[in-house]
């Protein structure tokens, strides 16, 4: 399993970020996500506990479901079924307030369950492109939110 994770202060209120990046179909500002649906409503909120989200990346199609959800502080996931097939552990963002917005920690445990060459296309194929993906996800969170006017 390959632990994923990257870090980005978006320059937003703690609760505008936490429900800009729990809505998934924003996901889709980055180049290499193409579609992103709520399939499933969660508990007490769209995006919360039991939820049901698919994406379509470049790399793949997934399925996840929302096993976590504690606004504006933490979601958790875990992906279903993808194809692809991966094996998936756990997915999580964590928001903390500090100075000058709202530090994300976007972190994933994963690999392509490949003999012989699953290290190695994690590794060298999915994590970058994870990555970047998610870096690119929270650029745009971060552009978005700042051409908000400040409540």
Known sequence: METMTVERVVNAPID????WLTTTTHYTRSPLVMRC???RRGEGAPYGVGAVRTHLWLIGWFRERITRYDPPYATDYVVERSLPPARHEVGRMTFTEVEGGTRVCWTTRAEIPVPLLGA???RHVARPIITRTFGNILAAADSALAARPRR
Do not use: H, Q, S
């Open 37 to 39: 649906r709520l399939t």
């Open 120 to 122: 190695f296309l994690t």
């Open 16 to 19: 505008d970020v936490f429900a």
